[in-house]
């Protein structure tokens, strides 16, 4: 039995800017107040495990724990088929520099290591993001959400965030960083993931 969200409050357990718009938008509509992790000045776990889910685990039971009230991660990533799915969970550490994160670098090194391969064309690949709620008292539910597309280059548009200007879902001539908020939303990895959520704990 997945667990019914009966409150009024929930912690979006992520420190991420653009995962926090979107997860806000899409949490609005229920009449849910959102705190990000930062509001409450909660600290980054470290990301230790191996998978997505395992990660959006660590994340949203640390805030749940810390902040007594129910927390909602997000673990996500691009998968790229010719280069064996990765970056995949590492997708934020491909980007990391030691003094932030640069993801115009992260983007040009994919790029790079699929000339290197040779890859044909379309350079396949997908986001994946799972989303995981937890309550304080140690109680989880996780949902997964995925879209399919390929990497372009050069990189296309100034929305959104991370890698969406060198991913085009497929069936658009527009990569995710050339389309608006509400398009990406039509269809996204985050979006599928969230409709999974809200038919469980939100309305289940
Ligand atoms: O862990 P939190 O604090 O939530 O923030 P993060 O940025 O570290 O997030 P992840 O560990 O889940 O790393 C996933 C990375 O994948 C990328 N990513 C995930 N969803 C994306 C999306 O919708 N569009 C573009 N890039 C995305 C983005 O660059 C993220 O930094
Ligand atoms: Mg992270």
Known sequence: MVRRFTGDRLVIASHNAGKLREIAALVEPFGVACTSAGDLGLAEPEETESTFAGNARIKAH?????SGLPALSDDSGIEVEALDNAPGVYTADWAETGNGRDFPMAMEKVWRLLEEKA????????????LCLAWPDGHD?????????????????????????????????????????AQKHAMSHRAEAFRLLVDGCFRG
């Open 62 to 66: 640390f805030a749940a724990r810390e």
């Open 119 to 130: 890859a044909p064309e379309p350079r396949r690949a997908r986001f994946v993001c799972t």
């Open 141 to 181: 539910e996780i949902f997964r959400g995925q879209v399919s597309g390929r990497v372009v280059w050069p990189m296309r548009g100034e929305q959104g965030f991370g890698f969406d200007p060198v991913f085009q879902p497929d069936g658009h001539a527009e990569t995710f960083g050339e389309m608006d908020p």
